[in-house]
């Protein structure tokens, strides 16, 4: 019988840290009014992003993510919930798709076959997608949502 020679996983908090660091940014470029508006609408390439604000509170605002393609049914829709720490000037994803509460690191195999970084490559991809919108994205027309005294 062969010895595996299998290593732990090991998360590396300063990447992670890292990333949401610069998607803050990011983000904040795409949507610098966030505090004045409550949703922000672009294309790119043939897909429609918006990005709306669902919660405020003094320290984080939590932001939902749609992009969806028009006539392109095998790409499907883009779903991301996103927690943006204003204090410590971080974003995470807080959903992806219908995944909620993605754990820093699992054990492999698991259940719902998650791999051991989940969490460090939606932040990933999220990093990948929200520069693809900076380098790509146009406004169609101005939809910005301003926010109106109730």
Same mark, same amino acid.
């Given at each position: 019988?062969? #010895?595996?020679?299998? =290593? @732990?996983? #090991?998360?590396?908090?300063?990447?992670?840290?890292?990333?949401?660091?610069?998607?803050?940014?990011?983000?904040?470029?795409?949507? +610098?009014?966030?505090?004045?508006?409550?949703?922000?609408?672009?294309?790119?390439?043939?897909a429609r992003v918006r990005l709306e604000v669902r919660e405020r509170a003094r320290y984080t605002?939590?932001?939902?993510?749609?992009?969806?393609?028009?006539?392109?049914?095998?790409?499907?829709?883009?779903?991301?919930? &996103?927690?943006?720490?204003?204090?410590?000037?971080?974003?995470?994803?807080?959903?992806? =798709?219908?995944?909620?509460?993605?754990?820093?690191?699992?054990?492999? +195999?698991? @259940?719902?076959?998650?791999?051991?970084?989940? #969490?460090?490559?939606?932040?990933?991809?999220?990093?990948?997608?929200?520069?693809?919108? &900076?380098?790509?994205?146009?406004?169609?027309?101005?939809?910005?949502? +301003?926010?109106?005294?109730?």
């Amino acid at each position: 019988m062969q #010895k595996q020679n299998k =290593q @732990a996983f #090991k998360l590396s908090l300063t990447e992670l840290h890292g990333l949401c660091e610069a998607n803050y940014a990011r983000l904040v470029r795409l949507f +610098p009014d966030y505090e004045a508006c409550n949703a922000r609408e672009f294309i790119v390439g043939s897909a429609r992003v918006r990005l709306e604000v669902r919660e405020r509170a003094r320290y984080t605002t939590i932001f939902q993510v749609d992009q969806w393609h028009a006539g392109s049914r095998w790409l499907g829709r883009l779903r991301v919930e &996103l927690r943006a720490y204003h204090d410590a000037r971080m974003v995470e994803v807080g959903m992806f =798709q219908s995944h909620r509460r993605i754990a820093a690191r699992y054990s492999y +195999p698991n @259940a719902r076959m998650y791999q051991q970084d989940e #969490k460090l490559q939606q932040n990933r991809f999220l990093a990948d997608w929200l520069e693809h919108c &900076l380098a790509n994205g146009r406004l169609g027309v101005d939809v910005t949502a +301003p926010l109106t005294d109730a």
